[in-house]
T-cell receptor, first 112, second 116 residues
Framework: GQQVMQIPQYQHVQEGEDFTTYCNSS?????IQWYKQRPGGHPVFLIQ?????EVKKQKRLTFQFGEAKKNSSLHITATQTTDVGTYFC????????????FGSGTRLLVRP | GAGVSQSPSNKVTEKGKDVELRCDPI?????LYWYRQSLGQGLEFLIY????????KSGLPSDRFSAERTGGSVSTLTIQRTQQEDSAVYLC??????????????FGPGTRLTVL
């Protein structure tokens, strides 16, 4: 079945350093979404990418969708302690219009 | 407006007992999902409801798990004869299903289930 893998599993950075998480799908995705889950909280939607090669920015966060629509990345510039949490990518496969397949997540820890 | 709500927030039960978890989706949202999240893990799809269509139950891990959605709104996830491996956070999400694949999922706070 379809799998969505994320690396790294954990990342511990010093405040001010950059952070990147990578998401790879075993199949072509129709689109990809990113969610953030704070410790003890629930996933909260961040953004959706639909087009091949699409790049979107939200303040210090930059999201990319690969040309082949099989991979994606989230880059955070100059991390802050408020960025702490687990970041999940989730994608719809081409053969499903409703079933999001979630990656395993990357847990970000930021040292103040 | 109100978000997705779930109850109870925490449930501790003994092995072998049945439990019911409730989800109230955002009003007007036609799609409802249940996920399971084990400690430190990702989200495991359990079941999907859309309007009056037959639910997609392909993610339910065993026949001890069942779910229903009454009146296209509130949903109940039932776990019979709970086992220790059922311990996890059970998350419910709803979406407006207004545009298919581009829908955002709105998650509830989850129910943390602990089976002793």
């Amino acid at each position: 079945g379809q799998q969505v893998m994320q690396i790294p599993q954990y990342q511990h950075v010093q405040e001010g350093e950059d952070f990147t998480t990578y998401c790879n799908s075993s199949t072509t995705l129709s689109n990809i979404q990113w969610y953030k889950q704070r410790p003890g909280g629930h996933p909260v939607f961040l953004i959706q990418l639909v087009k091949s090669g699409e790049v979107k920015k939200q303040k210090r966060l930059t999201f990319q969708f690969g040309e082949a629509k099989k991979n994606s990345s989230l880059h955070i510039t100059a991390t802050q302690t408020t960025d702490v949490g687990t970041y999940f990518c989730a994608g719809f496969s081409m053969d499903s219009s409703y079933k999001l397949i979630f990656g395993s997540g990357t847990r970000l820890l930021v040292r103040p | 407006g109100a978000g997705v709500s779930q109850s109870p927030s925490n449930k501790v039960t003994e092995k072998g007992k049945d439990v019911e978890l409730r989800c109230d989706p955002i009003s007007g949202h036609t799609a409802l999902y249940w996920y399971r999240q084990s400690l430190g893990q990702g989200l495991e799809f359990l079941i999907y409801f859309q309007g009056n269509s037959a639910p997609d139950k392909s993610g339910l891990p065993s026949d001890r798990f069942s779910a229903e959605r009454t009146g296209g709104s509130v949903s109940t996830l039932t776990i019979q004869r709970t086992q220790q491996e059922d311990s996890a956070v059970y998350l419910c999400a709803s979406s407006p299903r207004s545009s298919g694949r581009t829908d955002t999922q709105y998650f509830g706070p989850g129910t943390r289930l602990t089976v002793l």
